[in-house]
């Protein structure tokens, strides 16, 4: 292959491709030359949002006055609705003035914390497994990955005495992800309590990320609301996840006034605000009340159990109560690894399910199932692996 003359930048070394793109990709190119793959991979939530959101953003984007820029901070109505959310859902109160920065989905916030927070020479506490993102924005701020595990004999929660024995003198940042992605697991408020004091303890940046509190969870908790928080925590949310509105890309930071204005630094380098409309949707959104949720909640109960037949059919085992938008299962033991298991479903059967190692070692001998088809899909599928697999 020629050489390039112009190379890329040391910090993309040794960083993949996003595995769901390139795994996209090949469903995509199975998908023209034979039957149509069934995805149970993705956690794209299906379902629509607040018919009142969806009014709102037809209304306001025929206004002649929505289509210029926005405050890069985000729209005061935005932030304010964040701040009613959050009192109401977790009872913490924020000053919607100060402690929120809207973001275009809490993925961002990610990248923008990473880079605010973490020098070359840093490091920050990963979980194993965990979401990709963490390791990814980490490396891409030039610091270095030190990743904890998380073990199911210990249900799935991070062992603080033994990452204090891993070394942790140059850790600045500790990604946590309750409820946790991929296993399903609730945090307690006696493991945000010790997380917070162990974050103090250490002068640890402790950043939780929260998409998931209102999937088939019935009481959702925010790290913020632990003693002490606000002074070494923050939080990202998301639309996306807990009110249908994934590809609208709206999300938040919340945090210590002092934070949010570096974050505000980074940011406007980044980014304009969001289109007028869509953050008038989304406080529309914002104010939906129990029944909404549990009418989607409804929903998801229903294609669980029709997933965990699906995981039975293959002879997994799994918790049966977990959070999220995901079953994580462990595989069988005649199963030498998830992905393998997966590869294999997917080229024979054409149905694609994750396999756990891209979460980190601790995931090899586990996949993850999306709850984010419609049952019927789902029975298809199990229709589909019903017959022997190789």
Known sequence: MKRLLIEPSTRIEGLEEY???????????MNLTGETVINLGIGSPDQAPAEEAIEELSVQARDKNS??????QGLPDL?????????????????PDSQILPLF?????????????????????????????????????GAKVITYPLLPEN??????????????????????NYPHMPTGTRATKELFGELVAFAMNHRILLVNDNPYSFILNN?????????????????????????????????????????????????????????????LAAVKALEAGPEWYEKINTVYRERKVVAHALLDNLKCTYDEDQAGLFVWARIPSSERSGQELADRILMEKRVF??????????????????????KEIIVSAIERINGALL
């Not at 204005?261 to 304009?272: E, G, P, V």
């Not at 994750?354 to 709850?371: A, C, E, H, N």
């Open 19 to 29: 595995y769901f793109s390139t795994k996209l990709k090949q469903i995509r190119e």
């Open 67 to 72: 289509h210029g820029y926005q405050p890069y």
């Open 79 to 95: 932030r304010k609705a964040f701040s009613g959310w959050y009192s109401r859902s977790y009872g913490v109160e924020l000053d």
């Open 105 to 141: 989905g809490s993925k961002e916030g990610l990248m923008h914390i990473a880079m605010s927070f973490l020098s070359p020479g840093d490091a920050a506490l990963v979980p194993d497994p965990g979401y990709p993102a963490y390791s990814a924005v980490t490396r891409l701020a």
């Open 155 to 176: 249900g799935w929660m991070p062992d603080l005495n033994f990452i204090e024995l891993m070394g942790i003198d140059r850790v600045k940042v500790m990604w946590v």
């Open 219 to 279: 009481e959702p908790i925010s790290l913020l609301a632990a003693p002490d928080a606000i002074e070494t925590c923050l939080e990202l949310n998301s639309l996306s996840k807990s009110h249908n509105m994934a590809g609208w890309r709206i999300g938040m930071v919340a945090g210590r006034k002092e934070y949010m204005d570096y974050l505000m630094r980074f940011k406007s380098q980044m980014d304009s605000g969001m289109f007028r409309p869509m953050q």
């Open 353 to 374: 399910i994750t396999p756990g190692f891209i979460f980190g070692p601790q995931g090899d001998k586990y996949i993850r199932v999306s709850l984010c088809q419609p």
